[in-house]
Each structure stands twice: as C-alpha cells, then as structure tokens.
C-alpha cells in the first residue's frame, strides 16, 4: 500500500519516483552484496520476517517497498528486505513499489544507508555507525555530515574512524592491532608520526603494557625534540621490561614488575609535562592550586632524594 511518511521521506531527498502498483517479486534483485549494504552488522531477522507473514496471510497489507531499476531491466532493492521474504512465504508473486528514478550509485547507497530512520525494522547503533563510516570513506562526505545523516554522534564517529586509521597503519607496518584493547588503540592516536605509533604498538604487545603504560608512554613521545631523543625513550621502556618480555616470549605468567622500573618513565613525563608548559603553569592553575601542586613537588623532591640515596648505598 502506499505509505504517506516513505512519500514524504523521498520527496525529502530530492527525488523523483515513481508509484507502481504490481512488479514481479522475481524481478527484484537480492544478492549478497544488496543485502550486506542495507544491514552491515545484522543478519536478516527472521522474527521480524515471520510477523510481516502472518500479517499478509491476516489480510493485512504492507507498506511499498522502494526500488530503483539496474540496467538489466531488473530492479535493485532499496528498502524492504523483510517485507520480499514474506511475500515469498505467502507465495505472493508481486507487490507494490515506489520507484527511485535515478541512477547514482552514490544517492541510491545513500538512500539504502538512512531508509530504516523512517521506516521498516530500525538499524542497531553498531550499523548505524558502520554506514557512517562508510558514508565518509565511499562518498566522501565530512564526518559532521555523515554523523548527521546515519544520527550518530559526532565525536563517537570521529574516534571510531581515528581508531580505523590507526588499526590500518599497524596492519600496513604487518602488527596485528586487534592484539590491543580499544584503549590502548586511543592512546596511539595523538602520536601523529606512523612510525611512532607501530613502535609504541610493537612494544606494547611484546612487553603486554597497560594502556596507563602506553599513555605515559605517548605523552613521553610527544614531549621529545627529536627521533634521537624518541628511541632513547624507548629504549628506556625496553629496558625496563626486559624481564617481562622475556618472559612473555616463553610465554610464562610474569611477576609484578619492580617499582623501581617505572622510575624513569615517571621521570620522562615530567620533562615531557615541564616542556609542554614551558613557564606558563601561572597562566593555568588557580592560586590555590598552585599551592597545593607546589606542596606536592616538594614532598616529591625529598622522596625522590631519598630514594636516590638509599640507591647510592645498595650500589656502594
């Protein structure tokens, strides 16, 4: 039957159709690939397809499904998936359609990717998200648009396809990204450079670091002057995970790694927090919280300076 709000929706678009009251259910197209592009992370729902069947053997009758004709003189599915396999259960032989009077591969994608907003069985946020991302790869759209258009929020799109880059520049450099928590995976992004983020990578999967660990690793990393001073940081981190890589590699549980040897990673993160601020903490910090943080430093500096001396007198 003809459907006001699917009308309303196209007319929306910017595009003409066409109404047709009888095509062939064996005219329209189904493969793999109409069907994957309609529902990304769903299968077909079977429920749904069930109840859609009793409603037609109930007398009930459907909204229109929507169409667009391939050169072939046959007839590509837009949107109704579920309502062409309950025709089929019913052993119906046609149905009625709106027709989609363009051949744009890019608007008829676009169309099979925002349809279910208004009508027909609801995408799920995960496919919502996966037609976004699509939509920005594929149709060059910006991310803000195709947040927009797949209602999906900006800033989740945003690191889903940040994430996507990094997971893509591990697996060109032959790192198997999928060994590191969605977290970890975040941290690597701010570190820009390629190479620094398969290196970071590399240790972190060889060595098994937290995403704390790589966190302060990045933030080290970004606070270097130069490659030279970039390696020496991590070789550092290697050095002070030797005995846990080691034993990751023969594949034994690891003790808790001494204290000790997180030291100079501490140490590379203030350099790197000093050299970040570069004397403008008074720019940022209340007056009160300059006390408390200059208090705290203090404290730091005569614990740091015992521990160096108790240091002293194991190596003497």
Request: with cysteine; aromatic share 4%.
């Amino acid at each position: 039957m003809r459907d006001s709000v699917t009308e309303a929706w196209l007319t929306g678009q910017g595009i003409s159709w066409e109404y047709h009251a009888s095509i062939a259910l064996d005219s329209i197209v189904r493969d793999a690939a109409t069907m994957l592009n309609i529902r990304l992370t769903e299968s077909l729902n079977q429920e749904h397809v069930m109840s859609l069947a009793l409603k037609l053997e109930d007398g009930a009758d459907l909204a229109a499904i929507v169409l667009h004709q391939l050169p072939s003189g046959l007839f590509g599915l837009i949107n109704g998936l579920h309502r062409c396999e309950a025709y089929g259960l019913t052993k119906r032989a046609t149905c009625d359609a709106y027709m989609v009077l363009t051949s744009d591969a890019l608007v008829i994608d676009r169309l099979r990717r925002t349809v279910n907003d208004i009508e027909g069985l609801p995408l799920n946020q995960e496919a919502r998200l996966e037609h976004a991302k699509f939509t920005v790869r594929r149709g060059g759209y910006a991310a803000s648009d195709a947040a927009r258009i797949h209602n999906v929020p900006y800033g989740i799109l945003k690191e889903a396809l940040l994430e996507d880059k990094v997971m893509a520049e591990l697996r060109d450099a032959g790192i198997d990204g999928r060994k590191l928590s969605k977290t970890t995976i975040k941290e690597l992004n701010p570190l820009g450079r390629p190479a620094y983020k398969v290196a970071v990578a590399q240790l972190g999967i060889s060595c098994r670091l937290a995403a704390a660990d790589i966190r302060t690793l990045v933030l080290a990393i970004r606070g270097a002057n130069s490659d030279a001073e970039v390696e020496d940081i991590l070789h550092r981190m290697r050095e002070e995970h030797k005995v846990d890589q080691e034993r990751a590699a023969g594949g034994r549980v690891r003790p808790p790694a001494s204290p000790l040897r997180r030291i100079p990673t501490i140490i590379d993160r203030i350099e790197a927090v000093s050299k970040q601020m570069n004397g403008t903490a008074e720019l940022v910090l209340l007056p009160e919280e300059r006390r408390a943080l200059v208090g705290r430093i203090r404290k730091a500096i005569k614990l740091l300076t015992d521990l160096a001396k108790s240091l002293e007198g194991v190596a003497s």
